[in-house]
């Protein structure tokens, strides 16, 4: 169930399946997945989030498992099972092992435990970390 | 401002101060942070929180650096203050540079954007995602 | 999948009936929407819900669509799928264009990504904010 | 406190200068908010974020105070302490009433309870909001 | 600080004092706290907040203590500082003893854990806990 | 759909069919859960996460339906759809009535609200609050 139509390549306006071929030819693959086809509503949101998404995650000074992993931190910590389910398979896809998986949920277990400690208690920030 | 008093080292009760007497040794420091001296009201979280930190975020299949970013992500997705602070001063002190820093921060900006668009559209999950 | 019943209109109780019937005069439907029915385990809650979800969502210095498009907001920050979807359909059924959902989407994305890097950052609220 | 040196204009790279002038011109002040000089350790992450923000609040089908309470809605709901001042500020420069501000904290609030009732019950969806 | 001025008695408007009145004579107070001055700019915000927490939080089929305890327990997940303070206060006024709260943090602490870890495998749910 | 295969015993490791067994003994059950069976693709997490879960959840200062009452508190605060299902089963297996659910409910409600509208304001937390 989604709260928009996920449009097929033949339905898709001419800048959407702009960027639906340029999708495909990067990841060589013969169809998008399904955020791609909802997002296709509004050719410009999805180019941009396209191309903003292939100049984040490209290696760089973190390698691109790393930056899977950060995502899929992040996606977990906002509940968005769409983005656990896409870059989970991606981290996998990019050679995350599954001993690095079960570390992955060991800190994001962990800190979210100590998150909701520090603001269960308020906890002041110590002097020493300021960097302003 | 706390809702827990800071316990300093002389008024810890002897298990509490146990625990400070081993994060002092093992990070080579003369005082703990005010993460533990709030949870010293409950020296049983405190050992608890300490040492299962001690286990999760030693070197393993992810290196040392790797598991404070991904702190840092769940921590900000959280909006937990004192962990975002806590961590990043960890991740700068084992070896977080400002490049690898830009980046961990453009990924989660971008995560925090994509989580967004996908709940907010309620894409659904595609099927080869799926590995129950 | 729900953790409790969804009551239909012939099972429910006589406070909720009413209920049940002001919101299907009110909207000139033939039966109410899961949640209601959900809800109505507790003719208290639903009674109280109803009430202030009437006079809160009518049309004052704020209008039906604008209305809807920050309820949809708030629902997709807090990952609320039934919220999302409901507050989607209400806005659509009120006016919301496609070029505003398109422009909703956008700003959610954008809010998304600079709440996350201001908490990242922990960037100090300038002076010139305070109006307490 | 923040994770980050705040840069003043003298001590920023040429490029994050650049962009400091852009926001300058364009909002007719003579120094920038917090949290440009605190993502001026990365001209590239500034520059990206100053561009889109000026590219997604411009008015369009959504004007630019609508567009303003969906960002405090949503920075509101993401518990971003910098962006729910700062866009309150623009908000009101751009002309939000008291009214409007408290109507919106009024749907904000209507939000809330229903968000966490519909997650709370875990509410299934009504078939008819399908769009996908 | 403050997106809004909080207002003190003597410039509160009639209607808002009536509900700082009876505010000060339930609780037995001779001043409000901050979060009511901050509604007072809307006096019907500030009456219907105060008239629902009263029916709210008085004792029922739950005692007045352990309703304080989930109301910590949703503050904390949410990550309202104000409320986290507030009501661990309250919660103490009401009888809340130092090994409940211990424990009330144990279990917030556990419950993060847990839902870090079932959204982060996005477990489906067993079938034997529906209601619906 | 889950992001790990979910084990069940006959194919789990032997230190994972440890915990299986234990668990079906500790509750006496025939089979574990879904939870269970996902985290075991980790056997060490998930006998952290179960003995953990064991010391905690034990009646003591807060009796056991108290502590399932936070635990749907976190859960839904979270939008942890597994957890709030599987708690709110725990919740009436130990004794949770309608009663006390309905008040649940109301609480998380009212939290939810007036958390959004503090965050909302940004109040700044009285004196009197500080116990550090």
Known sequence: MATVPLIPYDE???????VYDNIMQ?????????????????????KHVWERAQEVMKPGALDAVTKELIYIAVS?????????HSHTAAARAKGMTPEQYAELQAVIAMASTT??????????????????
């Open 12 to 18: 898709a306006k001419p800048e959407a399946r702009a």
């Open 26 to 46: 990067t990841r060589k693959v013969n169809d998008v997945n399904n955020f791609w086809k909802a997002l296709a509503h509004s050719p410009d949101l999805l």
């Open 76 to 84: 977990t910590a906002n509940s968005c099972e769409y983005c656990v």
């Open 115 to 132: 998150n909701a400690l520090a603001t269960n208690m308020q906890v002041p920030v110590d002097k020493q970390f300021d960097q302003s």
